[in-house]
């Protein structure tokens, strides 16, 4: 699916920023609401926001946004930790 969003030139020139960085920067906003409302993973929001996933977590952490994290996460970040037995 493609959306298509006008952004008036004068909001462009306020921020002083090019379209490509306008651009990143309103993929980034859309990933983080669609992310905090449960409606997309942080793999596809990192995918969609066009970011790493390091910038991702930490543009979430400097929000303050909480990341959901269950057991089984928790589970599977210390088998990683622990490395090959």
């Known amino acids: 699916m493609t959306l298509t969003v006008e952004i008036p030139d004068e909001v462009v020139q306020a ?7 306008v651009r990143l920067e309103v993929r980034k906003e859309v990933a983080l609401v669609l992310y905090m409302r449960g409606l997309i993973s942080v793999g596809k ?18 929000r303050r946004i909480e990341r959901p994290y269950d057991a089984e996460e928790l589970e599977r970040d210390l088998a990683w930790a622990k490395g090959p037995v």
Do not use: C, I, N, Y
């Open 45 to 62: 929001a990192v995918e969609f926001a066009e970011m790493t996933r390091q910038d991702f977590e930490g543009v979430l952490a400097s």
């Open 15 to 21: 921020k002083h920023l090019s379209p490509s960085a």
